[in-house]
């Protein structure tokens, strides 16, 4: 029974209308990016899931959205180096510089056209000249390579191509992908051949843990690792599963056959229609075949009760097997009266209930209502926050919980646009009050006024917060905030202390020379003192 005491919230269900399996994959992964950059308008890429059945599918979603959106990705699966296109262009011009061919530079031509222009269908690029979708320096450059030795083939590679502003979202692959190939130089050489043989037999099936990436994109896991945790959106790309042809082994009772030799034990069968005919074989097909559906609503149930503000959900329209969960949803949609009279029908097969929520919105109301006269000389306030916020008077402890907490709010910002809905994040999770709120709004809204810092924090520049940069040898570092604009890469770590110390700028300076050895120009490092409003540049 559907209850009319709905409190707001967002459904979206839509039938992709393709016969091949491979089409229909391709069709909803079209469709899913839609309803991303749809919700981004709104919301955190952080607020959505994309949940999925199989590892298989799992890949695939994570694969796609590296390579086809700018988005972070947070998965619980694995991919490998050779997943990125990205790699998969250095590697394409790696073999042409060893062995010349055209092949090469078509794969080239492919990749760069399916970065930059995702809108237009893969056909334009067979209409057209290939050197189109190539960069305008390209033959120049592959020329100059020919003199260059692997490593320096990378890092101009990455600089003149600019493949950062075409895969900004790949820096994980390319920093393993060179330290992986600084330890195989210094074992074997750079000779082409040779970083080639090590690509094909061991570098390209390197995993990547897309989730040591970052802590804040969009996320992908299973349906079954779902379970007991609640997201924003939830997004369910394949919603089309069905029983399995072949059923598990059973275990049944030797009465179950006609055999008198049988009546005593337990013996294994892999039941299937065949039985239908036997008498008693026929009822336990049937039990093992209830129960196979079951399972597949109990999925999704799972996964339609993980939202909190919207479902989005693609099936197929035309599934090869009548009892696959695509059939169950679209007999719904068309036969059950009472969704008629609540989902509304916007196209054919498609169907929405609702409006996207505005995050914002549903707490701007209690805020508004608070006057605060805020002065940004001022750190009383502020420092009586966050001491009320971890209720300690350790001042060590103090500056750690403070840092910490900072940086939770930070990691959430891109630019001053994010500004309330990081810090009402924390209003959200109990660790401050709405007044309390406010007042570290208004701070760091006067932070990000001043001219040095306002540039770190614009619309118009690529920003990574909280990414890990692997250094050979050593533990994988995370500075707080790199920053990738026309005129160079920036790379800011916060530091909210009292005191000014000159022990973070060794680490910093690490940063920005394992970022110069990738390819990166004229990359400056800085540290950030929010409390002693100084800007400190590090000797790069």
């Known amino acids: 029974k559907i209850q009319d005491k709905r409190r707001g919230g967002y459904v979206f269900i839509k039938g992709i209308d ?6 229909y994959i391709e069709g909803s992964l079209i469709e899913l990016k839609k309803q991303i950059i749809k919700l981004k308008d709104t919301h955190s890429v952080e607020d959505i899931c994309i ?63 399916k970065s930059n222009n995702k809108k237009d269908d893969l056909h334009t690029l067979f209409k057209t000249d290939t050197d189109t979708y190539l960069p305008d320096n390209f ?37 393993r992908f060179y330290n992986e190939l600084k ?26 843990e897309l989730s040591e990436a970052t802590s804040s ?13 609640q997201f924003k959106h939830v997004i369910l790309p394949f919603a089309q599963w069905a029983p399995k042809n072949q059923q598990d082994t059973q275990w049944l009772p030797g009465s179950a056959f006609t055999f008198e030799e049988t009546n005593d034990g337990l013996f294994p ?29 109990n999925v999704l149930y799972v996964a339609t009760t993980r939202a909190e503000d919207g479902l989005h959900i693609f099936y197929h329209k035309s599934p090869h097997s009548k009892n696959d969960i695509s059939n169950y949803i679209k007999e719904i949609l068309i036969n059950e009266n009472e969704l008629k009279d609540i989902l509304k029908s916007i196209e054919d097969d498609c169907y929405e209930l609702g409006e996207i929520p505005n995050p914002d919105m549903t707490k701007k109301s209690e805020l508004e209502k608070i006057q605060i006269t805020f002065s940004a000389k001022n750190n009383i306030a502020v420092k009586s926050t966050i001491q009320s916020i971890y209720k300690t008077d350790s001042y060590e ?29 924390q209003h959200d999770l109990g660790n401050i009050s709405a007044p309390q709120a406010e007042i570290l709004i208004q701070q ?69 020379s394992l970022f110069k050895e990738m390819g990166y120009n004229n990359v400056k490092g800085y540290l950030w003192y929010p409390l002693l409003n100084k800007i400190v540049p590090t000797n790069n």
Not at 81 to 109: C, G
Not at 158 to 174: A, T
Request: proline share 2%; hydrophobic share 40%.
């Open 18 to 23: 393709e016969q091949k399996k491979e089409e």
């Open 51 to 113: 949940l999925v059945r199989t590892n298989k599918e799992l890949n695939a979603v994570s694969e796609f959205l590296i390579n086809e959106t700018n988005y972070e990705v947070v998965s619980s699966g694995a991919l490998t180096l050779a997943s990125s296109d990205m790699l998969q262009i250095i590697m394409a011009v790696i073999r042409h510089l060893n062995t010349p061919s055209d092949l090469y530079i078509k794969t080239i031509a492919y990749l760069l056209f």
């Open 139 to 175: 033959t120049e450059t592959l020329e100059n390579l020919k003199q260059k030795s692997g490593i320096e083939i990378i890092k101009e590679l990455v600089s003149e191509f600019k493949l950062m502003d075409f895969f900004p979202n790949q820096e994980v692959f390319i920093s």
């Open 183 to 208: 330890h195989l130089i210094f074992d074997k050489g750079s000779n082409l051949e040779t970083i080639i043989n090590w690509w094909e037999t061991k570098g390209e099936s390197i995993n990547i």
């Open 217 to 229: 994109g969009i996320k992908v896991m299973t349906i079954h690792k779902s379970k007991g945790l």
């Open 269 to 297: 069968v892999n039941l299937n229609k065949s039985h239908l005919i036997c008498n008693e074989l026929s009822k336990y097909y049937e039990e093992e075949k209830f129960a196979s559906l079951i399972d597949l609503i």
């Open 397 to 425: 402890n103090y500056a750690i919980a403070k840092g910490s907490f900072w940086h939770k709010i930070f990691e959430r910002i891109e630019n001053q646009s994010d500004i309330r809905s990081a810090v009402i994040k």
């Open 444 to 512: 760091i809204k006067e932070w990000l006024k001043q001219p040095e810092i306002s540039k770190w924090f614009s619309g118009d520049i690529k920003v990574i917060n909280e990414a890990d940069i692997i250094i050979p040898h050593k533990s994988s570092k995370r500075p707080d905030r790199i920053v990738i604009h026309n005129n160079g890469t920036d790379i800011i770590d916060y530091k909210f202390g009292q005191k000014q110390s000159d022990q973070y700028i060794q680490q910093v300076n690490e940063y920005c």
